[in-house]
Nanobody, 124 residues
Framework: QVQLAESGGGLVQAGGSLRLSCVASGRTVSIYAMGWFRQAPGKEREPVANINWRGDSTYYEDSVKGRFTISRDNAKNTVYLQMNSLKPEDTAVYYC?????????????????WGQGTQVTVSS
């Protein structure tokens, strides 16, 4: 079984940047897709971005496209989410998750292991 640990969240002003990291332990995640999701207070969890096992296929929700970048370093068993031009509406707990397969599906049901999340707060 794999454990996922997110880090890098915090409080930032609108227009600022944060880089989230998700380190996997217990076994390699290099052959699996990885995804980032977020959940704001009072809202359902929503997808943010995902990446296939090789890192050559990515997907972004329209709300973050052009501002966020997902990447992975399989040698480090780590996935990243670079977040630029942050907006107050980006405020949420951000979760990383490991997919069932190598393919980067959008649906959260296709992700089977989840981290505990890291809080991102963007002030206006």
């Amino acid at each position: 079984q794999v454990q996922l640990a997110e880090s890098g969240g915090g409080l930032v002003q609108a227009g600022g940047s944060l880089r989230l990291s998700c380190v996997a332990s217990g076994r390699t995640v290099s052959i699996y897709a990885m995804g980032w999701f977020r959940q704001a207070p009072g809202k359902e969890r929503e997808p943010v971005a995902n990446i296939n096992w090789r890192g050559d296929s990515t997907y972004y929700e329209d709300s973050v496209k052009g501002r966020f970048t997902i990447s992975r370093d399989n040698a480090k068993n780590t996935v990243y989410l670079q977040m630029n031009s942050l907006k107050p509406e980006d405020t949420a707990v951000y979760y990383c998750a490991q997919g069932r397969t190598f393919y980067n599906y959008r649906d959260s049901q296709e992700y089977i292991y989840w981290g505990q999340g890291t809080q991102v707060t963007v002030s206006s």
